[in-house]
């Protein structure tokens, strides 16, 4: 009754037989059946000539081996067989005992064609030296594979090599760079209180860093898509920048307006706050040292966003193991912290409110693979948050 549920044109080492080859392998097939747990062939065991096809339930493959932890005998799995599928082949062509424990891992319905040459008829021989002559030629072509498939697991392991060491000196030369940055920048007065000094060290210092980290990643041998420096899908990556950027900008401002009214201490602070900028102690407002700053912060916010983006979230995401979510959200996490320290120099309160911003900025990248979406996304809510909302205030004074 099992039988008729075995459809031996479906099984790979019968599929070339003819339909009458076929009628008589059945003809020559015999049920038995386990029990989960059961043992049907022990590894080292003499097979006469059976080979074992699954009807019904699944067989665990183990070896024999020894525990990493006190060298004591234990079974490893190493693989599954399902219905249609057939074991013990291999003993049956070179005649060697069975290389592995099958065991029933579920209750087990199994076919036996016994290909002993002891008590075999004419028709019997004829069908087992088919059968044989097909187990040649899969292993024949299974050496072929084989040697394929070693020649490009050494090419993908070679081009694995030469991709770890590149994104590896990537990362290194980007933790390195932005350790010097943030120390650099501690020592520099605040930009409130000496703007000229902030205009003259605080581009360069950018500056310097963005050019000694952009041949790092020329010399990486990737293309510079990889890293986000792209403009072919310049239209799209603008629109997406915009929009997410104006949604932010509208919760920024409702969060703000909330604040305000309920905590009695900024009562008479408004929404609106232009940003507080000073020359030699002197309200700079609107004054060409005004626009000088925007401008200032214009430049500087690609070149931010090409260090935390293209230099750490890009080959952290392509080199980090497990899931595209798990990738996804390291690699941002991880670049918009450095991003974030980035600005400790201005206060520890402002560092930590830059990294909102930058977790959306990393999104805006990981969606688009674009850097000119997350550096536009950068200047419209950051300077909106600088020059507009006045966020360093009011960071300050919460």
């Known amino acids: 009754m099992h039988l008729l549920d075995l459809r031996l044109e479906h099984i790979p080492l019968f599929d070339r037989l003819t339909p009458r080859q076929r009628a008589s392998v059945r003809d020559l097939l015999r049920v038995e059946t386990y029990k989960p747990g ?13 080979i074992f096809i699954i009807v019904h339930g699944e067989a665990a493959l183990t070896k024999t081996g020894r525990s990493a932890e006190d060298d004591s005998v234990i079974e490893y799995q190493v693989g599954v067989r399902g219905p249609n599928e057939i074991f ?9 005992p069975v290389s592995v424990t099958v065991r029933a891992k579920t209750p087990l319905t199994i076919a ?12 019997a021989r004829r069908i087992r030296n088919a059968i044989v002559g097909e187990l040649r030629r899969r292993l024949a072509t299974r050496a072929r594979a084989s040697l394929d498939d070693k020649v490009e697991s050494l090419r993908q392991e070679a081009e694995f090599a030469r991709y ?5 000196n990537i990362l290194v030369a980007a933790l390195s760079l932005l350790s010097v ?26 500056v310097f860093f963005a050019l000694i980290f952009f041949p790092v990643i020329r010399r990486s041998g990737f293309p510079l898509a990889f890293f986000g420096m792209r403009l072919d899908n310049w239209r799209y990556a603008l629109t997406f920048a915009f929009i997410t950027s104006g949604i932010f900008l509208a919760l920024g401002v409702l969060v703000k307006w909330l604040i305000i009214i309920t905590t009695p201490s900024l009562s008479g602070m408004t929404v609106i706050s232009f940003a ?51 990738r996804r959200v390291l690699s941002i996490l991880v670049s918009t912290l450095v991003f974030s320290a980035a600005h400790a120099h201005i206060s520890l309160e402002f560092a930590a409110a830059a990294f909102i911003p930058g977790v959306l900025w990393g999104w805006i990248f990981a969606r688009t693979n674009s850097l ?27």
Not at 38 to 50: A, D, L, T, V, Y
Not at 164 to 168: E, I
Not at 372 to 395: C, M, N, Q, R, Y
Request: charged residues 15%.
């Open 112 to 123: 036996v064609l016994d290909l002993g040459r002891d008590a075999m008829n004419a028709p």
């Open 276 to 326: 507080d900028v000073q020359v030699a102690q002197q309200p700079a407002m609107m004054s060409p040292w005004y626009w000088a700053a925007v401008c200032l912060y214009l430049v500087l916010t690609p070149l931010q966003e090409f260090v935390a983006r293209c230099g750490i979230q890009a080959p952290l995401y392509a080199f980090l193991d497990g899931s595209e979510t798990k």
């Open 88 to 96: 013990g082949a291999m003993s049956v062509l070179d005649g060697q």
């Open 38 to 50: 059961s043992i049907i062939r022990k590894e080292g065991s003499h097979n006469p000539g059976s």
């Open 372 to 398: 000119l979406a997350a550096s536009v996304s950068h200047f419209v809510i950051g300077g909106a948050g600088v020059f507009l909302l006045g966020v360093e205030e009011f960071v300050a004074v919460l």
């Open 164 to 168: 770890r060491n590149a994104v590896g």
């Open 181 to 206: 940055y943030t120390l650099t920048l501690s020592i520099i007065p605040s930009f409130e209180n000496l703007l000229e000094v902030n205009f003259a060290a605080s581009p360069f210092i950018i």
